[in-house]
């Protein structure tokens, strides 16, 4: 089972992984931010960088579909391969920070990997405006992130609202402006409601694998 959670940058994506793995005793598969090596580089100077950086989240991510497909665990992940290739790098492109020529490239690989592997049994996006997105990420004080632009969080948000409405998967939306399931355990419990709902049907959750 492939439960994933989406989102822009600072919504309670890695949070919310946590919580869930937690709760349901699912294997978390996190995102990985301080040890990739094009992160720092690209908040530096994104015209340069940019390719190689969404390569390198292209590449990681299709390892990780590869093996949650192959897993016979639940598995909660923290960010899809469909927000690289739908969301981050058209973002990039449009801001002109990656040539025609090298997001062609990038678009045909997706292509391949997607012709490869399925979607989640569901997905679940975090719906964030930007000034609470700006309060998330000067809170947890990544100094890289400190530099990024309100445009481009905007056309993150963007393109965020063009792809979940167009999304063909079992899907469930969170308000996180609203809903803080870090600091309320009845917020909390709304979010595990609906995915018991979703998930195992009418029935109480009594086991992952029931």
């Not at 990739?36 to 994104?46: A, H, S, V």
């Not at 390569?55 to 960010?79: A, C, G, H, P």
């Not at 969170?174 to 595990?192: K, L, M, R, V, Y």
Request: hydrophobic share 35%; with cysteine; net charge negative.
């Amino acid at each position: 089972m492939h439960i994933a959670i989406a989102g822009n940058i600072g919504c309670g994506k890695t949070t919310l992984t946590r919580m869930l793995a937690k709760r349901y005793g699912w294997t978390p598969k996190f995102e990985s931010v301080d040890f990739n090596p094009y992160l720092q580089d690209f908040y530096r100077d994104m015209k340069r960088w940019s390719f190689n950086l969404q390569i390198y989240f292209l590449n990681t991510r299709f390892k990780d579909v590869v093996e949650i497909s192959k897993s016979t665990d639940y598995i909660v992940q923290d960010r899809t391969i469909y927000e690289d290739a739908c969301i981050f790098a058209p973002n990039i492109h449009a801001m002109g920070n990656m040539s025609d020529r090298d997001f062609q490239t990038y678009q045909d690989l997706f292509a391949l990997m997607m012709s490869l592997v399925r979607k989640p049994d569901l997905m679940i996006y975090l719906r964030s405006s930007i000034p609470h997105l700006i309060s998330k990420i000067q809170k947890r004080g990544r100094e890289y992130e400190q530099s990024m632009q309100i445009d481009y969080l905007k056309g993150l948000n963007d393109r965020y609202e063009k792809w979940i409405t167009n999304y063909d998967g079992e899907l469930l939306v969170i308000d996180a402006d609203t809903i803080d399931f870090e600091n309320n355990p009845q917020n909390f419990q709304s979010i595990t409601d609906q995915i018991d709902a979703r998930i195992f049907g009418l029935f109480p959750f009594t086991d992952q694998k029931g």
